[in-house]
């Protein structure tokens, strides 16, 4: 079974709606990420949270807001949605130990704003 | 911004030979990991090498590391059709001094290996 897994795996959509995207991590680890990925493969972290708790806020539009109901989930409501906003998100897990960080990662939502 | 940068940016070899991919990072770290995203899906952890390791094996990867040129290679030898993907090096970002939880991805290198 798919250890990180988000829906939807793709989502288009008009410019100014409100979006969701879910993930859900199986594998016990306390933080969460979500990282975009643009169109030249750059990745960049957005948000990361441990045990429910907001540890990285990168510089993000507010119109992106995460939300960790527990540690297994961390969900990424987008508000008003933009052209620029178009890209891959990636949801990613790991377990925080010192010296080490490997991450897991989602499968990615492809969102395409029209 | 971008603490590694790979290097070449692109990289076309044929099946069978040896595949190096360079990374160079600008500040100090503890560890570094390589990591590889075959097209439409996610990255997948291959190897993490330490600060005070120089080289290190897992099956046909080889990576090595530079703390004083703040450089790290993977090789990949014996390479396969399956090989192909993009790679990226990924180290801590600053503050991960305190959460040990960021790190930072470089902008990959991306294989194709010709059958």
């Known amino acids: 079974d798919t250890a990180v897994s988000q829906t939807p795996k793709y989502l288009v959509t008009q410019m100014g709606n409100d979006k969701s995207i879910k993930c859900e991590q199986n594998?016990?680890?306390?933080?969460m990420y979500w990282y975009k990925q643009d169109s030249k493969k750059f990745l960049k972290i957005m948000f990361s949270y441990n045990n429910k708790e907001l540890i990285i806020n990168e510089t993000v539009p507010n119109r992106f807001s995460p939300k960790s109901p527990d540690k297994a989930h961390l969900n990424l409501h987008i508000n008003s949605l933009e052209l620029g906003d178009s890209a891959v998100y990636f949801c990613?897990?790991?377990?925080?130990?010192?010296?080490?960080?490997?991450?897991?990662f989602g499968p990615g939502t492809r969102l395409t704003v029209l | 911004s971008q603490q590694g940068e790979e290097d070449p940016q692109a990289l076309s070899i044929q099946e069978g030979e040896n595949a190096t991919m360079n990374c160079s990072y600008k500040t100090s770290i503890n560890n570094l990991q390589w990591y590889r995203q075959n097209s439409g899906r996610g990255l997948v952890h291959l190897i993490l090498?330490?600060?005070?390791?120089r080289e290190k094996h897992s099956g046909r990867l080889r990576v090595t590391l530079d703390t004083s040129k703040k450089s790290s290679s993977l090789l990949i030898t014996a390479s396969r059709a399956a090989d192909t993907a993009s790679y990226f090096c990924a180290t801590p970002g600053v503050q991960a001094l305190r959460s040990a939880s960021k790190i930072i991805f470089g902008s990959g290198t991306r294989l194709s290996i010709r059958p």
């Open positions: 594998l016990g680890h306390d933080t």
């Open positions: 090498i330490r600060s005070n390791e």
């Open positions: 990613a897990s790991s377990h925080k130990r010192e010296g080490r960080n490997e991450q897991f």
